[in-house]
C-alpha cells in the first residue's frame, strides 16, 4: 500500500466544472508536491509546499489552484480546465524541502483526469 | 541548466536475462543528487536509489545495481536475472543541492522496460 493517498484515481469533467483532487500522507512530511505527467513523458513538477506554505509554483495557470490546509493534506482544485490538461496528476511528499537526504519523494499512485 | 538523456525508449527482454538501462546526465553543480524511480502501470512512481555526486561507489541491492561514473556523466541500472514484475517505466532523475532547488527534479523521458515470459 502506498503511504501517500490521492482521490480519485479517475475523474472525468467538463471545460466548465469545478473539481478537486485531494493528497493526503501521515510520514509527517514537511514537503508536498503536486506534479503533473501526459502520456509517455515524465513527470513535470507544479507546486512545491514547504510547512503548509507555497514555495514553488512552475508558472502553472491559475485554472490550478492548490490549497495546503495541513501539513498532512494537499488539494489541487481545478476549475475551467482545457482538454490538453487531461493527464495524470501525482501528489508527492518529502521529510521537508531541501538537500542532504530530505528530498527523497514518495508518490501517490496518481489521479487520473480526462477533461472532454 | 541541467539535463538528463536516457536514450533507450524502449527495451524488450526474455525473463531471466539481464538488461542495462542507460542514463546520461548534466549539469554545472558540483554537488548534485542522482536518482533512479520505477513506475509500474499502476502509477505510483518507486523509489530506487538516490547517489550524491561525492559518492562514486557502485551499489547492489538484490537483482538491482548501480554503476556510477562521474568521468562519463553516467548512472546506469542494470537488473541480473529479470523478471516479468520488473516490467514498468524506469526513469533517471537528477536533483540541485540547495534548499529550494533540491524539490526540483529533472527527469530523463524515461524508458519502458517489458520483460516478457
Known amino acids: 500500500d502506498t503511504e501517500v493517498t490521492q482521490t480519485p484515481k479517475h475523474l472525468v469533467m467538463g471545460m466548465t466544472n469545478k473539481k478537486s483532487l485531494k493528497c493526503e500522507q501521515h510520514?509527517?512530511?514537511?514537503?508536498m508536491y503536486w506534479y503533473k505527467q501526459k502520456a509517455k513523458k515524465p513527470p513535470e513538477l507544479m507546486f512545491v509546499?514547504?510547512?503548509?506554505?507555497?514555495?514553488i509554483n512552475e508558472s502553472v495557470p491559475s485554472r490550478f489552484s492548490p490549497e495546503c490546509p495541513n501539513s498532512s493534506l494537499l488539494n489541487l482544485h481545478l476549475h475551467a480546465l482545457q482538454p490538453e490538461d487531461s493527464a495524470l496528476y501525482l501528489c508527492?511528499?518529502?521529510?521537508?524541502?531541501?538537500?542532504?537526504?530530505?528530498?527523497?519523494?514518495?508518490f501517490g499512485a496518481g489521479s487520473r483526469l480526462t477533461v472532454l | 541548466a541541467q539535463k538528463v538523456t536516457q536514450a533507450q525508449t524502449e527495451i524488450s527482454v526474455v525473463e531471466k536475462e539481464d538488461v542495462t538501462l542507460d542514463c546520461v546526465y548534466e549539469?554545472?553543480?558540483?554537488?548534485?543528487?542522482l536518482f533512479w524511480y520505477k513506475q509500474p502501470p499502476s502509477g505510483e512512481l518507486v523509489f530506487l536509489i538516490r547517489?550524491?555526486?561525492?559518492?562514486?561507489q557502485n551499489e547492489i541491492s538484490g537483482r538491482y545495481s548501480w554503476n556510477f561514473q562521474k568521468s562519463t556523466s553516467s548512472f546506469n541500472f542494470t537488473i541480473t536475472a529479470s523478471q516479468v514484475v520488473d516490467s514498468a517505466v524506469y526513469f533517471c532523475?537528477?536533483?540541485?543541492?540547495?534548499?529550494?532547488?533540491?524539490?526540483?527534479?529533472?527527469f530523463g523521458e524515461g524508458t519502458q522496460l517489458t520483460v516478457n515470459p
Open positions: 547517489r550524491n555526486s561525492f559518492d562514486e
Open positions: 532523475a537528477l536533483s540541485e543541492a540547495s534548499e529550494t532547488s533540491g524539490s526540483r527534479l529533472t
Open positions: 509546499y514547504s510547512y503548509e506554505k507555497l514555495s
Open positions: 510520514m509527517g512530511h514537511r514537503a
Open positions: 508527492a511528499s518529502s521529510p521537508r524541502l531541501g538537500v542532504a537526504g530530505a528530498n527523497v519523494l514518495t
Open positions: 549539469t554545472r553543480d558540483t554537488t548534485y543528487y
